[in-house]
């Protein structure tokens, strides 16, 4: 549990320069890339986006091959609509197969939505993902975010390794009663039983916390740690280098809209 609560995020031994900048100025610039190459459809644009969250990554000085694994891990979920896209959208016919024909222009937005997903995807990982849990839920908090999200994200890390060691538990007491996992009727209603003996074990453990924390003057809200040092010249030189960045990106596709 502990390794949960203190673990920094991905963050490396070596950190770069950009991942001292305040998590909150961190969170802020996520979101804005986001929404900017969100809206962008020029290939030199999203090129661009892509560049600059490659250049995070290298300044971050992340693990390459296990953050390449992680932008994978997240291709795979886009892999069917990628392809299956050249075939739902009607234009110009690019190839036939068996009697299905894939156009140009759904190959065209295929390669945007992945150019899109993997820049927004390696600015995240570089940026947010680099962030200990802890510290994200309070720079969130500071953020003005509400209060029943922070507290949410902060419980789940708090107790999400008590429900996986409530769980280990649980399946020691089923194979202890000769349970052996099958494709019948009787595995899944005792599966059911386990996901509702769950449930109700981690709602008496909430009843019990939240008499603990009453008892402890909780007035819902946590005090929040003071980690962050706000650097004028850092923070402020990072916040606008990223709206210099987006002005740049919407102005590369603005250039394309007009020159057609």
Not at 225 to 231: A, D, K, L, N, R
Request: charged share 15%; proline share 4%.
């Amino acid at each position: 549990m502990s390794m949960v609560l203190e673990a920094g995020g991905a963050a490396p031994a070596e950190p770069g320069e950009l991942l001292s900048v305040d998590p909150r100025f961190r969170i802020v610039a996520v979101g804005g890339f986001a929404i900017v190459v969100i809206s962008l459809d020029s290939f030199g644009a999203l090129g661009v986006a892509l560049a600059v969250a490659l250049a995070t990554l290298i300044q971050a000085r992340l693990p390459l091959a296990r953050t390449v694994r992680q932008v994978a891990t997240v291709d795979t979920f886009m892999v069917f609509v990628i392809i299956s896209m050249p075939f739902t959208i009607p234009g110009t016919p690019l190839l036939n197969v068996m009697g299905l024909t894939a156009s140009w222009e759904g190959l065209w937005e295929a390669l945007r939505i992945t150019l899109k997903a993997n820049a927004v995807v390696l600015a995240m990982l570089t940026l947010v993902g680099t962030i200990g849990p802890v510290e994200l839920g309070h720079a969130l908090a500071r953020l003005k975010v509400p209060h029943a999200f922070v507290h949410l994200l902060l419980f789940t890390i708090r107790y999400i390794e008590v429900l996986h060691a409530e769980h280990g538990r649980l399946r020691i007491a089923m194979r202890t009663r000769c349970f052996v996992a099958g494709t019948n009727v009787h595995t899944l209603k005792t599966f059911g039983y386990l996901i509702g003996m769950l449930l109700i074990r981690a709602l008496e453990r909430s009843e019990r916390i939240m008499a603990a924390m009453r008892c402890r003057g909780f007035n819902g809200t946590f005090p929040l740690i003071h980690t962050e040092q706000f650097s004028p010249r850092r923070d402020l030189g990072f916040a606008f280098g990223v709206v210099a960045l987006c002005c740049a990106l919407i102005g590369l596709e603005v250039s394309h809209v007009l020159s057609f």
